[in-house]
C-alpha cells in the first residue's frame, strides 16, 4: 500500500516537472522569436533547445534556472547563436549578437499567456523594467 502511494506521489511530481519544463521551453521559444523580430533577424530551425539546467534559491524560494539557446541570422548566410536565461518563469536576460542584452529583473513574464495576434504573426511584449 504504501509502496503505491509512494510510487503515484514520484509519478504525479515527475509528470509536474515535465510540465512546467514544457512550459518553460514554450516561453523561451517565445521571447527568442520576439527579441529576434525586434532586431530585424531571422530566427532559425523555429526554437530553443536547453543548454543549462540548475536549482536556484531565490526569496520566492527554489527555482529552476534555464538557458535556452537558439540561432539566429542577421543577414541570411551567417549563423549565429543566442540565449534565454529563465529562472522559473521570470526572464532573467535575452542576448543576441554580443553586444545586445535585455535584462529583466524580478518581473514575471506573462507573454505568453498574453500573446497579441497580429495578421499571423505572434507579438510577445517584453515587461518593462521597473
Known sequence: MASTLAAII????????????ARARE???????AACEKERYQLL?????????????????LR???????DYSIDGALRQSGYVL???????AVHIQG??????????????????KTK???VIPFPKKR
Do not use: N
Not at 529563465?86 to 532573467?92: A, I, Y
Open 99 to 116: 553586444r545586445h542584452t535585455i535584462e529583466q529583473e524580478s518581473t514575471p513574464v506573462e507573454a505568453h499567456s498574453e500573446k497579441a
Open 45 to 61: 530551425d523555429d526554437g530553443v533547445y536547453l543548454q543549462r539546467f540548475a536549482l536556484r534559491w531565490t526569496p520566492a524560494g
Open 27 to 33: 516561453l523561451a521559444a517565445g521571447i527568442s522569436r
Open 10 to 21: 514520484i509519478l504525479g511530481l515527475i509528470v509536474i516537472f515535465w510540465m512546467e519544463a
Open 64 to 70: 529552476f534556472r534555464r538557458m535556452y539557446r537558439f
Open 86 to 92: 529563465l529562472l522559473g518563469t521570470q526572464l532573467e
Open 120 to 122: 499571423g504573426a505572434e
